[in-house]
Structures are given as structure tokens and as C-alpha cells.
């Protein structure tokens, strides 16, 4: 099995704002309320880009990352283990959420407690 994580660009606050056509408000309220999750990445707050669905944020990722910090998840782990192949799901976990298998995501992460 592969693996290396998913491949992505990593978006600053400023590139979400262009890419999503919100507000930095709006943008900041998104990742207050966990419908998108970043973390610093040389020196700078990012988002993978593969969180987002076209310019919203993917709508199963705010569920499956409340699940995975109930788990005891930090932003940084969460993000290592939704872009890495797991082998119980046979491929990367945000490919599963965007392929909608969201329940088995979702079920994988609760696990992992």
C-alpha cells in the first residue's frame, strides 16, 4: 500500500479568502467552528487545500474532525492522519470523505480514542 501522504497545496488566510471569496472574518469563523483546520507550516498558518471542495469547505470534514480531537487529536495529528493512507480504510482518509464515506471515516476516527 502507499504510504506517502496525500499530495496538496497549502493555502495561507489570505489565499482562503481569495479561493473561498469570504471575508478573513468569515474565514476565521470557519476554522473557530472546525469546518476547515490548519496549522503552522514554516512559520504560517495553512490549510490543505484538499479540505476544501471547490470554495466551501468539504461538509464532512467538521463532523470527522470534532470526532478525531474527541479522540484526544491535536490540529497537527489530525491533519497527519486524515492526509496519510490507513490501512483499515485502504486509502487516505480525506479521499474517503471526498469519495463520501463519511460514515466509515467517521467510525475509523472514533476508534482510534
Known amino acids: 500500500m502507499n504510504t506517502a501522504p496525500v ?3 497549502w ?3 489570505p489565499e482562503l479568502v481569495e479561493q473561498t471569496g469570504e471575508s478573513l472574518g468569515r474565514v476565521r469563523r470557519l476554522l473557530d467552528e472546525k469546518h476547515l483546520v490548519g496549522s503552522k507550516r514554516d512559520g504560517v ?3 490543505p487545500a484538499v479540505f476544501l471542495q471547490g470554495d466551501r469547505p468539504l461538509s464532512s470534514l467538521r463532523g470527522t474532525v470534532i470526532v478525531l480531537q474527541d479522540a484526544g487529536f491535536g490540529d497537527d495529528e489530525l491533519i497527519d492522519w486524515l492526509l496519510s ?3 483499515t480504510i485502504g486509502i487516505a482518509p480525506i479521499e474517503a ?4 464515506r463519511k460514515s466509515e471515516v ?3 476516527a472514533a476508534s482510534l480514542a
Open 7 to 9: 499530495p496538496t497545496e
Open 11 to 13: 493555502l495561507t488566510l
Open 45 to 47: 498558518f495553512k490549510v
Open 85 to 87: 493512507p490507513d490501512d
Open 97 to 100: 470523505l471526498q469519495a463520501g
Open 106 to 108: 467517521r467510525r475509523v
